[in-house]
């Protein structure tokens, strides 16, 4: 089922068309109610009456994060503060949050892009969803919320955490939809096997992840353990939240929903728009958000576009799955590398833990890479051949993934560092 | 005849294997026989001990991965052609050893042997009345 076909089916011509009416609309408010963009449109010699097409949208300044945080809290809203009926912040890993407000009106598209989200991977009224992001100024909780709501789906707006009671809720309420983090659903789903639960208790069908990068094995390993198709949702706060896009029944990329933010991938040094299927950074012009709209917002996530229909009947353009950000790719003697890539090879093999630290050094002029990988705890020889084994075929997958080699080195369970919230994968010692 | 062997994996960081000894220590299992396999980057100790589960319980609660694996400790006599005699047996049933550690003094010469298949290097050493130590031998009460 499609939710809005009106907007998800539309041709080209005419998304265009609505882009560009939205576009020129948030200009116009934009150049009213904010000086940061009006000094930016002076800076640029841009007049703003003079954009009217999308096709425009090219010649037009970035925000970037930076200016997210010299506009802190409330620089960058359009409309008074009586209009504000929520504000969201994202705690950035350094210095202040990351601040977005919602006008009645945002909230409502916000629950529309969710509501097509969920319709996209299945979900109806009939559906118990369990909703286990975290509810507060993080976006994932409350973003899913009302738009489970708007499909008419039963919530248990049960947040993160408590695993116990996780479980409890559901087997007792016979849940059919998990929503959280691929690795919390990873983490739910070992806890079933570990509380000895039986699979006949567990009703889930569907499961809707985002908020974190995860690559295909984590999906296939996921999918396994819940016995459940999992589903990607996108989204970040300063869009939106998630909902941004979404992955049909297809699964060949997310959907975006660019009837209110409109994607475009730039090459992140010369800033140039790159073609359909280039690798590049993501970037969203959020054309219809009230409150706090952005032009051209530099999301540092690495991703490619795909335009033309899907067999799912759906126009709106796709975006592969992140590869990861833009300050996560390290370049190693000229080849990008993501600590993704590094993490894909890993799931596949039983005798590892998907724990790793890449270091990176430069020595006589060279760059190397060194893999920490623990060994799993549950599975391990005390045979040097059977380890040196495991080294080689790391060794050996990695260099017929990345085209380089790297130095790989098997370290005891638990010892590199477990962090709550993102974990630190890399230690680069180049640029000390 | 089955001896449980207590297997560690050790990271190369300098005080492991004390704190490793230090903790059997505090926990009174006597250690009969060690050796350490190194690579450049780990080390495998494998020890047989006293009291291996106890040793694997203690071990596991101060972080340390711990494998419990099968081993023969076969007695022979200290002579020359000892091992000789032991290893040709094996050969000759086409046994493949993993490792083996081995030491004598006082007429008596131990040694750890590891296989595959270490009930079949049990049965072989038997048949030809080779004396075997038993967990008794090892455990202690």
Not at chain 1, 43 to 72: C, H, M, W
Not at chain 1, 176 to 205: F, M, N, Q, W
Not at chain 1, 224 to 243: F, M, Q, T
Not at chain 1, 324 to 343: A, C, H, K, W, Y
């Amino acid at each position: 089922m499609i939710w809005n076909s009106g907007r998800e089916c539309a041709d080209r011509q005419q998304m265009q068309e609505l882009q560009s009416r939205e576009l020129t609309a948030m200009i116009r408010r934009m150049q009213e109610n904010v000086p940061f963009y009006r000094d930016k449109f002076r800076e640029e010699g841009i007049e703003p009456g003079d954009i009217r097409s999308v096709e425009q949208l090219k010649q037009l300044p970035f925000t970037t994060k930076a200016d997210l945080r010299d506009n802190y809290p409330f620089g960058l809203f359009t409309v008074p503060q009586t209009d504000v009926v929520r504000i969201h912040a994202s705690s950035g890993t350094t210095g202040k949050p990351t601040v977005v407000g919602y006008t009645q009106t945002d909230i409502a598209l916000w629950a529309e892009v969710v509501a097509r989200s969920l319709t996209m991977a299945g979900i109806h009224s009939g559906d118990t969803i369990q909703i286990a992001y975290g509810y507060g100024p993080f976006t994932g909780g409350l973003g899913l919320h009302y738009g489970a709501e708007k499909v008419g789906a039963t919530v248990i707006p049960i947040s993160t955490g408590n695993t116990k009671k996780q479980l409890q809720f559901m087997t007792d309420f016979k849940a059919t939809i998990l929503a959280c983090t691929p690795s919390y659903a990873a983490h739910l789903g070992e806890s079933i096997l570990k509380e000895g639960i039986s699979p006949a208790d567990i009703k889930l069908r569907t499961g809707v992840f985002g908020a974190e990068p995860w690559t295909g094995e984590m999906r296939t390993e996921i999918e396994k353990l819940l016995n459940i198709k999992a589903y990607d949702i996108y989204g970040l706060s300063e869009v939106i939240g998630p909902g941004v896009s979404m992955e049909c029944e297809c699964q060949c990329g997310n959907h975006v929903f660019e009837d209110h933010f409109i994607p475009e991938i730039i090459d992140p040094d010369t800033l140039e728009v790159l073609p359909d299927g280039v690798l590049g950074e993501l970037v969203f012009t959020t054309v219809t958000k009230e409150a706090m709209p952005l032009l051209r917002y530099r999301t540092r996530d690495l991703t490619r576009l795909h335009h033309g229909k899907c067999d799912c009947g759906r126009t709106l353009v796709r975006m592969e799955k992140c590869l990861g950000r833009t300050d996560d790719m390290l370049i190693i003697r000229g080849v990008n590398v993501f600590p993704s890539q590094v993490e894909s090879v890993l799931m596949e093999m039983a005798e590892t833990t998907p724990h790793y630290q890449l270091i990176i050094r430069r020595e006589n002029n060279l760059d190397t890479m060194e893999i920490r990988v623990e060994i799993n705890e549950e599975n391990w020889s005390d045979s040097i051949r059977e380890l040196e084994g495991i080294r080689r075929r790391i060794d050996h997958n990695i260099k017929s993934l990345l085209g380089i080699g790297a130095i790989i080195k098997l370290v005891e369970p638990n010892s590199i560092e477990r962090s709550e919230g993102k974990a630190k994968r890399i230690i680069d010692e180049r640029h000390r | 005849m089955l001896i449980k062997q207590l297997s560690v994996f050790l990271e190369d960081r300098s005080g492991r294997l004390t704190e490793l000894t230090r903790i059997l220590a505090e926990n009174d299992v006597n250690i009969t026989a060690l050796s350490v396999a190194e690579t450049a980057d780990y080390g495998i100790v494998r020890m047989v001990v006293g009291r291996p589960e106890l040793a694997k319980k203690v071990l596991e609660k101060a972080g340390f991965s711990i494998g419990l694996t099968d081993v023969v400790c076969v007695n022979m006599p200290d002579k020359p052609g000892s091992l000789y005699r032991i290893l040709e047996i094996l050969t000759d049933e086409k046994i493949n050893i993993d490792y083996m550690y081995a030491f004598s003094k006082n007429a008596v010469a131990l040694a750890v042997i590891r296989a595959a298949d270490v009930a079949q290097v049990i049965e072989v050493l038997q048949q030809h009345r080779l004396q075997l130590l038993s967990q008794s031998d090892i455990y202690q009460l």
